[in-house]
């Protein structure tokens, strides 16, 4: 019987997100392009839930692959990403993925600055090529701010975890990755951890 592989990625630009395809050999092009781009992404997802000390931080946008470029792509501007222990956000010059025309655009033209809440939970999942077990990949869901922001998943396997956003159609590929800077403030808030329920 052949196999199926799902992937589901939960935006908050989008609701969540089902590609599926039939299952296959890579050498026999058996697998979609969003099946091929899921299991890329399974190699570095974070399995386990990551802790308090894991998660908050300062994260830098370290590539894009939206626009030809990289980093050069934001005309100079730093996105940085704030995790806080009391369960908040923030995030400055967040590059617009909706204000662009992927193909066409050679710059991004719209930045985001905001603020909202994080909770940790499992963001990725899948029965993915023939494994008995599902694999799960855990990031930080956000609310409280504008659905412009995408939600991030944990890269690793090995700390510091990065931060992976996946924009607009998941078979483009289209991805904003961060790199984790420095450890933010551990003090542990009241009432427990930041993974607490966000509004």
Excluded: H
């Amino acid at each position: 019987m052949r196999r199926y592989a799902r992937l589901v990625v939960a935006l908050l630009s989008m609701t969540t997100v089902l590609v599926g395809g039939c299952g296959g050999s890579p050498a026999g092009g058996g697998w979609s392009r969003a099946e091929k781009n899921a299991e890329k992404t399974y190699r570095e997802c974070v399995e386990t839930e990551p802790q308090l000390n894991e998660i908050i931080g300062t994260y830098v946008l370290s590539d894009q692959t939206v626009i030809p470029g990289g980093l050069s792509a934001l005309g100079g501007r730093k996105c940085q990403l704030d995790v806080l222990a009391d369960g908040t956000f923030r995030v400055t010059d967040y590059p617009d993925f909706y204000a662009i025309v992927p193909g066409k655009s050679t710059t991004f033209t719209s930045f985001i600055s905001t603020t909202g809440r994080w909770r940790l939970e499992v963001i990725m999942t899948s029965d993915y090529y023939g494994k008995k077990t599902p694999k799960d990949g855990w990031g930080l869901r956000f609310s409280g701010a504008t659905r412009r922001i995408s939600t991030p998943v944990f890269t690793g396997p090995t700390r510091p975890y990065g931060l992976l956003m996946f924009l607009g159609d998941p078979d483009s590929y289209f991805t904003l990755r961060f790199k984790r800077q420095q450890a933010g403030n551990l003090e542990e808030p009241p009432g427990g951890a930041g993974t607490g329920t966000g509004s």
